[in-house]
């Protein structure tokens, strides 16, 4: 059985740092591109930043120069650096992997069971 497991999150002054990472376990093929999302209070979730398993990274607009999302492929672990944190960040996030767990299957999405984020004024 494939899992996405989530570690970090908590309570920060904004202005803040925190780090997120998620680590994928179990038996499959290959994973392919990671994300991060994130869901306010009454709100949609929403996608925060994505890496290809070439590294090459895309972000929402609100975290562009905040937020660095990273990879270690050996480990299939994601991890997304947060800094100058603010209140408008706090949320749920969520880790995503598209992950292939077998060689001539199809991908599916894997999401992890999310970590709370809240950033005080």
């Known amino acids: 059985q494939v899992r996405m497991v989530e570690f970090g999150g908590g309570l920060v002054q904004a202005g803040g740092s925190l780090r997120l990472s998620c680590a994928a376990s179990?038996?499959?093929?290959?994973?392919?591109?990671m994300a991060w999302y994130r869901q306010a209070p009454g709100k949609e979730r929403v996608l925060v930043a994505t890496i290809t398993s070439g590294g090459s990274t895309n972000y929402a607009d609100s975290v562009k120069g905040r937020f660095a999302i990273s990879r270690d492929n050996a480990k299939n672990t994601v991890y997304l650096q947060m800094s100058s944190l603010e209140p408008e960040d706090t949320a749920v996030y969520y880790c995503n992997a598209a992950i292939q767990k077998y060689v001539s299957g199809l991908t599916d999405d894997y999401w992890g069971q999310g970590t709370q984020v809240t950033v005080s004024s």
């Open positions: 179990g038996r499959y093929f290959r994973v392919n591109t």
